[in-house]
């Protein structure tokens, strides 16, 4: 890719692009053959996000992370719109708007928990920003506590804010988790292919026991079988599916449900 003249973003989908990389969108009709401005002047007729990865730039979109490039058509199929992002291997999780987490609360300051993320800093969360919270009837959240929810601001210049309702007021599963269970970490990749439509190996191991799961994109899983037996049974197949084929998962899976 030339450095800063960069290359159209449909021609790097599937590719290996580098921080510092310019991709450049496809121009609108009504702008004389100009590429497209991401200013607050001239909004795209089909709505772009740009994800994990990938900042606004005047060019297009500048690349902030090493990984492959995704995109996702809109819904209308507009060429405009859609979405970007940079898919990548890391460790530290790096909040993003709109994620839905698991935070361990470490803290209370006044009306707002300090909760765990595993990023570079700690969320808040307030006491309203639960279903049916009012200042008499608040939720009984302790320190030490697993909360499921998702970020409703999440950017390099603002602490993060987490939610545990949606635009209704509705928690939407989000909360408290129960006292049980199991919490463990994998890494982010994983957690992207677990949290995919259709997943086989959440297919799988829902024939082997009954369980209930809850998956945050931070990497943080919790789980919860019959016995505890069950439970780490469940625990090692999810951390040994990163390392795993298809086939020899299905052999394990099937020794498990021999027994």
């Not at 990389?21 to 702008?31: I, K, Q, S």
């Not at 987490?101 to 639960?130: H, M, N, P, W």
């Not at 988790?177 to 190996?201: N, Y």
């Not at 799961?213 to 069950?230: D, F, H, Y």
Request: with cysteine; proline share 4%; glycine share 14%.
């Amino acid at each position: 890719m030339a450095a800063g003249r960069g290359e159209a973003a449909e021609a790097c989908v599937g590719r290996v692009v580098l921080p510092g990389d310019v991709l450049l969108l496809p121009a609108c009709p009504d702008e004389d053959g100009e590429r497209l401005r991401l200013g607050a002047g001239a909004a795209p007729r089909g709505r772009l996000l740009c994800g994990p990865g990938l900042r606004r730039c005047v060019a297009g979109l500048l690349v902030t992370k090493c990984g492959l490039l995704r995109h996702r058509q809109a819904g209308g199929g507009g060429a405009a719109g859609g979405a970007y992002w940079v898919d990548s291997q890391q460790k530290r999780y790096v909040p993003v708007k709109g994620d839905h987490v698991i935070g361990i609360v470490t803290a209370k300051a006044g009306d707002v928990f300090k909760l765990d993320v595993g990023g570079s800093e700690q969320a808040s969360l307030s006491y309203l920003a639960f279903e049916g919270a009012t200042k008499r009837n608040r939720p009984n959240v302790q320190v030490g506590d697993l909360i499921y929810g998702q970020f409703l601001v999440a950017n390099k210049d603002m602490e993060p804010e987490m939610v545990c309702i949606d635009s209704s007021g509705r928690s939407s599963g989000m909360g408290i988790i129960g006292q049980d269970g199991f919490l463990f970490k994998v890494s982010l990749g994983l957690i992207r292919k677990l949290l995919a439509p259709k997943c086989e190996i959440i297919q799988e191991l829902s024939q082997l026991y009954p369980f209930e799961l809850v998956l945050g994109m931070n990497g943080r899983i919790w789980v919860k079988a019959k016995t505890v037996q069950q439970t780490l049974i469940i625990v090692n197949i999810l951390e040994a599916c990163e390392y795993m084929t298809a086939e020899q998962r299905k052999q394990a899976l099937a020794k498990l449900s021999g027994n």
